[in-house]
């Protein structure tokens, strides 16, 4: 088992360590065609209640009032529809105009340290071969409006509220802390009005190679792969955190446990204005798993899968996974969106757009020991102004009039393993 410092390195041979482990899979499972039916069957009936209800409501997402979190009224059957789907909207997480001045603010804190002048385009290759135009991202982390966000009773209330949609004692063990959660910087997207771009391919985060090769992903997975899917539990953080993404260089990863991926909207959004869809099927990952096991898939061949890069979702392998794409809803500045670590994701293409498409994202990272090894490399990073270790190493902000320690609340000094 990995500890919590240290990212395991890549095998030698990918390609042999797949083969073996297909052939070690395939003997363990048995029947993989049996299960691989059983588990679309499944996939497919969620799919088909999603879409209808979006063609009934407008969304296959569950939305929720920041108010009713704050005052512990969301009723168990929202928090287990939310659990069905794997994805919700928390409407005014923080309030309309509050959001949009953060999103101005971002604009004078880009104008104010001439950032158009010093750009030196894309610093990593994440995305890999997607079919995609890059998202317009600034790789910044520092801002008032980032820093004060994420530190936010808001924010942690929401988090917490997140987190506990997670079994998070099981197996003996507490996997992690519900209530508090690292601060986890990562960077904005602005996208301009006018704008036309390809979106962004459909996709896992989260490990790529790694959920196949790495022991710790088969124990998360074993229910899967010991062909007992009725029993698998999406929700289990046994463990999750005990996961650490291959050591590959020149990449993003990510070296926090994130029990949901999120951004908060800084603009007004609309449908058709290349949102955010995902497969609201947190159970999908078994399609993902066991589909390179049939036999029309090469022996050393995941369906798309390479070292340091997403994991792809293909119409050519995940045709059942593609169909099932739905659009979050309409969202106002100040809506925050939230997925499941394990829900397929992707960005809609557009032209022309209507308006602005600017987000910050804010993930749910709950306290555990791998997630406060990398809050103290997070805590060093931000006191020199540098970009986070798992993101490239361009450092724009080191000399930046920026958010600084002294700023931090007491929240924030714990999010950062300060205190």
């Known amino acids: 088992m990995t500890t919590a410092t240290t990212s395991p390195l890549l095998p030698t041979d990918p390609q042999q360590s797949i083969r073996q482990l297909k052939q070690a899979l395939r003997a363990q499972i048995g029947d993989v065609e049996?299960?691989?039916?059983?588990?679309?069957?499944?996939?497919?009936?969620?799919?088909?209640?999603?879409?209808?209800?979006?063609?009934?409501?407008?969304?296959?997402?569950?939305e929720l009032d920041?108010?009713?979190?704050?005052?512990?009224?969301?009723?168990?059957?929202?928090?287990?529809?939310?659990?069905?789907?794997?994805?919700?909207?928390?409407?005014?997480?923080?309030?309309?105009?509050?959001?949009?001045?953060?999103?101005?603010?971002?604009?004078?804190?880009?104008?104010?340290?001439?950032?158009?002048?010093?750009?030196?385009?894309?610093g990593d290759n994440f995305f890999g071969s997607l079919e995609a135009s890059r998202?317009?991202?600034?790789?910044?982390?520092?801002?008032?409006?980032?820093?004060?966000?994420?530190?936010?009773?808001?924010?942690?209330?929401?988090?917490?509220?997140?987190?506990?949609?997670?079994?998070?004692?099981?197996?003996?063990?507490?996997?992690?802390?519900?209530?508090?959660?690292?601060?986890?910087?990562?960077?904005?997207?602005?996208?301009?009005?006018?704008?036309t771009s390809k979106g962004l391919g459909a996709h896992t985060d989260s490990g790529a190679l790694e959920r196949w090769l790495l022991p710790a992903y088969q124990q998360v997975f074993g229910k899967i792969f010991n062909n007992d899917f009725a029993h698998y539990d999406a929700w289990d953080a046994a463990h999750r955190p005990d996961v650490h993404e291959y050591d590959v260089a020149d990449t993003t990863k990510c070296s926090a446990f994130?029990?949901?991926?999120g951004w908060t909207a800084l603009s007004d959004m609309q449908i058709g204005q290349g949102l955010l869809h995902v497969v609201p099927v947190p159970e999908a990952m078994a399609y993902i798993l066991l589909r390179p096991l049939l036999d029309?898939?090469?022996?050393?061949?995941?369906?798309?899968?390479?070292?340091?890069?997403?994991?792809?979702?293909?119409?050519?392998?995940?045709?059942?996974?593609?169909?099932?794409?739905?659009s979050i809803p309409a969202v106002q500045a100040g809506d925050s969106v939230?997925?499941?670590?394990?829900?397929?994701?992707?960005?809609?293409p557009v032209e022309n757009q209507q308006g602005w498409g600017n987000v910050m994202y804010i993930p749910a990272a709950p306290l555990c020991e791998k997630n406060l090894a990398y809050a103290r490399k997070v805590a060093q990073a931000f006191a020199e102004g540098n970009s986070p270790g798992d993101f490239p190493p361009e450092h724009y902000e080191r000399e930046w009039t920026r958010f600084m320690t002294s700023d931090l609340n007491a929240y924030g000094r714990r999010s950062l393993g300060m205190e």
């Open 34 to 62: 049996g299960l691989f039916a059983q588990v679309t069957a499944k996939i497919e009936r969620e799919i088909a209640a999603a879409k209808q209800e979006a063609a009934e409501q407008g969304s296959a997402w569950p």
């Open 66 to 122: 920041m108010a009713d979190i704050a005052a512990g009224r969301v009723s168990e059957a929202m928090r287990e529809k939310i659990r069905r789907r794997g994805c919700v909207v928390v409407r005014q997480n923080f309030p309309r105009e509050q959001a949009l001045a953060w999103d101005q603010s971002m604009m004078d804190y880009l104008d104010s340290n001439r950032f158009d002048e010093v750009y030196r385009g894309p």
């Open 338 to 348: 939230w997925w499941h670590c394990d829900v397929i994701h992707s960005v809609a």
């Open 135 to 195: 998202p317009e991202i600034y790789p910044i982390y520092w801002s008032h409006a980032q820093m004060e966000a994420r530190q936010s009773d808001a924010m942690a209330q929401v988090q917490s509220f997140l987190n506990r949609l997670w079994k998070f004692e099981s197996a003996g063990k507490t996997w992690f802390d519900p209530d508090t959660s690292i601060l986890y910087p990562d960077r904005i997207r602005r996208r301009l009005p006018g704008t």
């Open 258 to 261: 994130r029990t949901f991926q």
């Open 296 to 326: 029309d898939v090469p022996d050393d061949e995941l369906c798309g899968v390479a070292p340091g890069r997403v994991l792809p979702i293909s119409e050519k392998w995940h045709p059942h996974l593609m169909a099932g794409l739905c």
